[in-house]
């Protein structure tokens, strides 16, 4: 009889097009103004019964989840704040804290049901917090922060360069097809993955929500600037070559002067092998009274003479050199 009796109750519920056991709400979001009353509803089907369970649960924006209403009354937290009428959830008074989402969750002895109502505390944006860098060298990844953790809802950022506001993306607009930022409106980053000298100017950041006036931080100048090598005397062709290439690696990167390096040693070897391999070969004298004799060849006085220009010119070489990296270079 009364598995009969409770098909029946479904036959009817079925024909007739009417749900059981459901909870409702009138406002799945509501909006309130900080400091202001909020109501929520949680409307349970009459099937439910008169002696219906009622309990409140609410889900903060950090996912954790604490009773408002329990056993059909407030908890400690909100003692004094919020009251529970019959499909009413009353706050007197709401904070930024409160922003997240309540359940309301009805049950009897046989049946439970609930619903979710999610809650906006209105709160007007704060003056940002930027951080901008006065001075940046070209090529470097560059990154300007923005952030306003007051505001509710979350805010979102607008860009602006010398009082021009930065479009999001740079590419559709003919003014600023040679720009290679990028912009993050949720959370107010702007990067720039290699900052050219165009990217010189005055910037500041706007912070903007549905709740109150837009705010803007206080506008900072960034200088790119070129990069450069520290400057040191260049009196020989070896130095000349070496400081140019360190000059070339100083404009690229920090890796390039490291490769410049290695080229400049590699370069001294190479000349060290040259010599050996001369000395080795017979073109370099080792005696001094066979250099100041006269009974040598022409050829062979020839190549000793340019056996003491390649060893006098290493040794310059060698000496410059040591006086520029004193901690690489030993005569």
Same mark, same amino acid.
């Given at each position: 009889?009364? &598995?009969?009796?409770?098909?029946?109750?479904f036959?009817?519920?079925?024909?007739?097009?009417?749900?059981?056991?459901?909870?409702?709400? %009138?406002?799945?979001?509501?909006?309130?103004?900080?400091n202001?009353g909020?109501?929520?509803?949680?409307?349970?089907s009459?099937?439910f019964?008169?002696?219906?369970? &009622?309990?409140? %649960?609410?889900?903060?924006?950090?996912?954790?989840?604490?009773? &408002?209403?329990?056993?059909?009354?407030?908890?400690?937290?909100?003692?004094?704040?919020?009251?529970?009428f019959?499909? #009413?959830?009353?706050? *007197?008074?709401?904070?930024? %804290?409160?922003?997240?989402?309540?359940q309301?969750?009805?049950?009897?002895?046989?049946? &439970?049901?609930?619903v979710?109502?999610?809650?906006?505390?209105?709160?007007?944006?704060?003056?940002?917090?930027?951080?901008?860098?006065?001075? #940046?060298?070209?090529g470097s990844?560059?990154?300007?922060?923005?952030?306003?953790?007051e505001?509710?809802p979350?805010?979102?950022?607008k860009?602006?360069?010398d009082?021009?506001?930065?479009p999001?993306?740079? *590419?559709?607009?003919?003014a600023?097809?040679n720009?290679?930022?990028?912009i993050?409106?949720?959370?107010?980053?702007?990067?720039?993955?290699?900052?050219?000298?165009?990217?010189?100017?005055?910037?500041?950041?706007?912070?903007?929500?549905?709740?109150?006036?837009?705010? +803007?931080?206080?506008a900072?100048?960034?200088?790119? +600037?070129?990069r450069?090598?520290?400057?040191?005397?260049?009196?020989?062709g070896?130095?000349?070559?070496?400081?140019?290439?360190?000059?070339?690696?100083?404009n690229?990167?920090?890796?390039?002067?490291?490769a410049?390096?290695?080229?400049?040693?590699?370069?001294?070897?190479?000349?060290?092998?040259?010599?050996?391999?001369?000395?080795?070969?017979?073109y370099?004298?080792t005696?001094?009274?066979?250099s100041? *004799?006269?009974?040598?060849?022409?050829? +062979?006085?020839?190549?000793?003479?340019?056996?003491?220009?390649l060893?006098?010119?290493? *040794?310059?070489?060698?000496?410059?050199?040591?006086?520029?990296?004193?901690?690489?270079?030993r005569n």
């Open positions: 009889m009364f &598995v009969s009796g409770l098909v029946s109750v036959l009817f519920f079925h024909a007739t097009g009417v749900e059981a056991f459901i909870v409702t709400t %009138k406002n799945a979001n509501v909006r309130a103004k900080e202001e909020a109501d929520l509803s949680c409307i349970p009459a099937d019964g008169a002696d219906a369970r &009622v309990e409140w %649960k609410f889900r903060d924006m950090k996912g954790s989840t604490t009773y &408002v209403i329990f056993d059909g009354k407030p908890t400690t937290l909100y003692e004094g704040r919020a009251t529970k019959d499909g #009413v959830l009353r706050f *007197s008074k709401v904070t930024r %804290k409160d922003n997240g989402q309540y309301c969750e009805v049950s009897n002895k046989q049946y &439970v049901g609930d979710k109502v999610n809650l906006t505390v209105l709160v007007p944006p704060s003056v940002p917090m930027c951080r901008i860098p006065t001075s #940046v060298t070209t990844r560059v990154l300007l922060f923005c952030h306003d953790a505001g509710s979350s805010p979102t950022y860009w602006y360069k009082k021009i506001p930065l999001e993306d740079p *590419s559709q607009f003919p600023f097809k720009y290679t930022y990028k993050n409106p949720l959370n107010g980053n702007l990067e720039f993955p290699s900052a050219l000298a165009i990217d010189t100017g005055d910037y500041s950041c706007e912070a903007m929500n549905d709740a109150g006036p837009v705010q +803007r931080c206080q900072v100048r960034m200088e790119v +600037r070129h450069q090598v520290s400057k040191v005397r260049v009196t020989s070896l130095e000349r070559a070496v400081a140019f290439v360190l000059w070339s690696a100083g690229i990167n920090t890796g390039g002067i490291v410049g390096v290695i080229v400049a040693l590699l370069a001294l070897a190479l000349l060290c092998f040259g010599l050996w391999y001369a000395h080795c070969k017979g370099m004298p005696n001094p009274q066979w100041t *004799s006269q009974h040598r060849s022409p050829a +062979r006085t020839k190549m000793g003479n340019s056996g003491r220009s060893r006098s010119w290493y *040794s310059q070489g060698v000496q410059h050199m040591s006086r520029i990296y004193p901690g690489v270079y």
